[in-house]
T-cell receptor, first 114, second 110 residues
Framework: NAGVMQNPRHLVRRRGQEARLRCSPMKGHSHVYWYRQLPEEGLKFMVYLQKENIIDESGMPKERFSAEFPKEGPSILRIQQVVRGDSAAYFC????????????FGQGTRLTVV | EDQVTQSPEALRLQEGESSSLNCSYTVSGLRGLFWYRQDPGKGPEFLFTLYSAGEEKEKERLKATLTKKESFLHITAPKPEDSATYLCAVVTSGTYKYIFGTGTRLKVLA
C-alpha cells in the first residue's frame, strides 16, 4: 500500500514563474492537507481539502497561491509568480474520513526560487 | 488562540540515557494529540495518537502520555538511530486542521 506520493521532490523556479506541486493521497484517503516548512521552523498549515471542496484555506496567502483536489487525479498546490520568499519545503498529508484520525505525510517538495 | 509549545528545543543524550520530551497545549477543546518523528530532508512519520487524559501508547523505546494540559514522549534507553526531530500536533474540536509545535531536535550520542 503506497504512502502519500508527492512530486516533484525538488523544484527550481526563477522569480516570476509558476510552481505546481502534486500530491497523491494514500489509497482510500479523501482528505488532503498542505503544509509549508521553513528551515528550523515548524509545519505551518496552509489548506485542507476534500474531494472537489476546499474546507479550510485560512493558512494560505490570498495572493498567488491556490489549491485543488479534483474528483480524479492528485491534489495540486499552485504558486503563481513565485518570489524568493516562497522557497521552502511543502508537505502534503492525507487521512481517512472521520474524526481525529492520524494524517500521513509525503516526503515533500523542496521549492527553490532563484 | 490554539497553541502548541514543545520543550526543550534541542536535547543531547548519551546512548542509554532516558529522558522525556514535553508538549504543552492550549486549545478550546481537544479532538486528538499526535506525535511524529521527522528525519532531515524527510516528511514527518506518524508515531502515536492520544485522545483523552490518562491515555498512554507505547512503541519500542517510546511511550507517549497525555494529561489535560500536556503530553510527554518518554524515550527509554535511546539509541543513536532515535536521533530526529519529534513533532507534536493537536486537532481541536470544531476543526480538522493539525496545529504543530516547533519540535524537539533530539541527538543521541554513541
Amino acid at each position: 500500500n503506497a504512502g502519500v506520493m508527492q512530486n516533484p521532490r525538488h523544484l527550481v523556479r526563477r522569480r516570476g514563474q509558476e510552481a505546481r506541486l502534486r500530491c497523491s493521497p494514500m489509497k482510500g484517503h479523501s482528505h488532503v492537507y498542505w503544509y509549508r516548512q521553513l528551515p528550523e521552523e515548524g509545519l505551518k498549515f496552509m489548506v485542507y481539502l476534500q474531494k472537489e471542496n476546499i474546507i479550510d484555506e485560512s493558512g494560505m496567502p490570498k495572493e498567488r497561491f491556490s489549491a485543488e483536489f479534483p474528483k480524479e487525479g492528485p491534489s495540486i498546490l499552485r504558486i503563481q509568480q513565485v518570489v524568493r520568499g516562497d522557497s521552502a519545503a511543502y508537505f502534503c498529508a492525507s487521512r481517512l474520513q472521520g474524526g481525529s484520525t492520524e494524517a500521513f505525510f509525503g516526503q515533500g517538495t523542496r521549492l527553490t526560487v532563484v | 488562540e490554539d497553541q502548541v509549545t514543545q520543550s526543550p528545543e534541542a536535547l543531547r543524550l548519551q546512548e542509554g540515557e532516558s529522558s522525556s520530551l514535553n508538549c504543552s497545549y492550549t486549545v478550546s477543546g481537544l479532538r486528538g494529540l499526535f506525535w511524529y518523528r521527522q528525519d532531515p530532508g524527510k516528511g514527518p512519520e506518524f508515531l502515536f495518537t492520544l485522545y483523552s487524559a490518562g491515555e498512554e501508547k507505547e512503541k519500542e523505546r517510546l511511550k507517549a502520555t497525555l494529561t489535560k494540559k500536556e503530553s510527554f514522549l518518554h524515550i527509554t534507553a535511546p539509541k543513536p538511530e532515535d536521533s530526529a526531530t519529534y513533532l507534536c500536533a493537536v486537532v481541536t474540536s470544531g476543526t480538522y486542521k493539525y496545529i504543530f509545535g516547533t519540535g524537539t531536535r533530539l541527538k543521541v550520542l554513541a
